[in-house]
């Protein structure tokens, strides 16, 4: 018996920053009616990020309340700055039965999939360093910005072993057609089998 609740899915994006987890996460998240769950960050909006979209940002002592308070499932500090997921939006998905999806370095990735179990699909995408180093020149991201992301990148990649599924990205619409074939597999789109 397959019921809805079965299908419900946690389908975490992880990789190295620049890889397009965002790009086909999107992608994706659309064509599956699948909505973001939108971390909160204390770090400012970059040009162009939009608040509640991007990320929810709020400020030090907001996200320190917010802790104390126990609302997030999980909290990291990158960079200097610090981010979380909220329990509460994972958990009222889940209880209404809808799949979600999140991007998360392999921290996140790694916090989730104890918690969450079999309920929590890992997909790595990847980018050898210079390609992502270019996209994110190219997408007008700061030098020190870019050099932090780059110094994440060896340790990002060791995590493609972990995952459920890995993708290499050089052509965006192959790998978005890629994940969503994959995905087809758990989501069970459209099918209903309660027998
Ligand atoms: N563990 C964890 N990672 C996160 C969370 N939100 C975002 N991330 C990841 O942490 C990194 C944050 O770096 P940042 O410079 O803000 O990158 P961007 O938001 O991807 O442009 C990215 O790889 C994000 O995908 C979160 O709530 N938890
Ligand atoms: N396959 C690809 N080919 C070329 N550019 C890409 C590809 N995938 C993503 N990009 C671009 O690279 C940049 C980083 O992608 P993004 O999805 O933001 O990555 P991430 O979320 O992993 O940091 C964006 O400008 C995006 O349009």
């Given at each position: 018996?397959?019921g809805?609740e ?42 162009g ?6 990320y ?8 320190r ?8 499932l999980e ?8 981010y979380?997921?909220r329990?509460?939006?994972?958990e ?7 799949s979600?999806?999140l ?5 996140g990735?790694?916090?989730l ?14 980018a ?9 020149r190219?997408l ?12 994440h990148?060896?340790g990002?990649?060791?995590y ?12 965006l619409?192959?790998?978005t057609?890629?994940i969503t074939?994959?995905l087809?597999a758990?989501?069970q789109?459209d099918l209903?089998?309660?027998?």
């Amino acid at each position: 018996m397959v019921g809805r609740e079965d299908r419900n899915k946690i389908i975490v994006f992880t990789g190295p920053d620049g890889s397009g987890r965002k790009s086909v996460a999107e992608a994706v998240g659309q064509t599956f009616g699948m909505d973001k769950i939108v971390s909160f960050v204390t770090r400012l909006p970059r040009p162009g990020e939009v608040n509640g979209q991007d990320y929810h940002f709020i400020t030090h002592a907001t996200y320190r309340e917010m802790e104390r308070q126990g609302e997030f499932l999980e909290s990291v500090e990158i960079d200097g700055h610090l981010y979380g997921i909220r329990s509460l939006d994972i958990e009222t998905k889940l209880s209404d039965h809808e799949s979600l999806y999140l991007i998360l370095n392999h921290e996140g990735a790694g916090i989730l999939k104890k918690i969450y179990g079999d309920k929590v699909i890992r997909l790595f995408l990847y980018a050898d360093r210079r390609t992502v180093e270019e996209r994110e020149r190219k997408l007008g991201l700061a030098e020190d910005v870019i050099a932090k992301h780059l110094s994440h990148y060896d340790g990002e990649m060791e995590y493609r072993g972990s995952c459920e599924h890995a993708f290499e990205n050089y052509d965006l619409g192959q790998t978005t057609y890629e994940i969503t074939n994959t995905l087809e597999a758990y989501l069970q789109r459209d099918l209903v089998d309660k027998d």
